[in-house]
T-cell receptor
Framework: TQLLEQSPQFLSIQEGENLTVYCNSSSVFSSLQWYRQEPGEGPVLLVTVVTGGEVKKLKRLTFQFGDARKDSSLHITAAQPGDTGLYLCAGEGETSGSRLTFGEGTQLTVNP | DTGVSQNPRHKITKRGQNVTFRCDPISEHNRLYWYRQTLGQGPEFLTYFQNEAQLEKSRLLSDRFSAERPKGSFSTLEIQRTEQGDSAMYLC?????????????FGPGTRLTVL
């Protein structure tokens, strides 16, 4: 069974601070996706990373896929209250077909 | 809006009743997925279709659960004889398989409460 461990589970910071969320596994993933979810809504795709070592930037968000394609990180610079939400990483396994394996999520709260 | 849509958004039912949810994927997407999410957890895979064929089912999908995608477009998920443990958010996602990537786009979900 493939598992994705996300850390931290909860994060409460002040506006303007930087933060990093980690997503780790012992399994190799063919791709990894990051989503953000608001209460009562479905996850909204932020980015897909496919190549080991890949770095993608989305405004103040930087996503990195580990060289071995087993881990990923999300770094937010100068967090804003609008960044508040549940951040989920999800991996598509090399041997698990198309199903996504999700981490438990990181609940981020950015206080003004 | 051309995203994934799900109906109903909320469903409250009594234990033992049957419920059916509908998912309309993004129109050109050939794959459709169902996930279940309980409070404080990430979504868990239930099943997926490629066109009208159901290609994979999770062990989470008990005999009381059935999913269909008869014409390769919309899909329905039925739960028979609902139990309180079925209370969760049921999420649908769709994708267009392209080479090695299969980015999934999610609908807003159906929140099921079993009393």
């Amino acid at each position: 069974t493939q598992l994705l461990e996300q850390s931290p589970q909860f994060l409460s910071i002040q506006e303007g601070e930087n933060l990093t969320v980690y997503c780790n596994s012992s399994s190799v993933f063919s791709s990894l996706q990051w989503y953000r979810q608001e209460p009562g809504e479905g996850p909204v795709l932020l980015v897909t990373v496919v190549t080991g070592g890949e770095v993608k930037k989305l405004k103040r968000l930087t996503f990195q896929f580990g060289d071995a394609r087993k881990d990923s990180s999300l770094h937010i610079t100068a967090a804003q209250p609008g960044d508040t939400g549940l951040y989920l990483c999800a991996g598509e396994g090399e041997t698990s077909g198309s199903r996504l394996t999700f981490g438990e999520g990181t609940q981020l709260t950015v206080n003004p | 809006d051309t995203g994934v849509s799900q109906n109903p958004r909320h469903k409250i039912t009594k234990r033992g009743q049957n419920v059916t949810f509908r998912c309309d994927p993004i129109s050109e997407h050939n794959r459709l997925y169902w996930y279940r999410q309980t409070l404080g957890q990430g979504p868990e895979f239930l099943t997926y279709f490629q066109n009208e064929a159901q290609l994979e089912k999770s062990r989470l999908l008990s005999d009381r659960f059935s999913a269909e995608r008869p014409k390769g477009s919309f899909s329905t998920l039925e739960i028979q004889r609902t139990e309180q443990g079925d209370s969760a958010m049921y999420l649908c996602a769709s994708s267009l398989r392209w080479l090695i990537t299969d980015t999934q786009y999610f609908g807003p979900g159906t929140r099921l409460t079993v009393l």
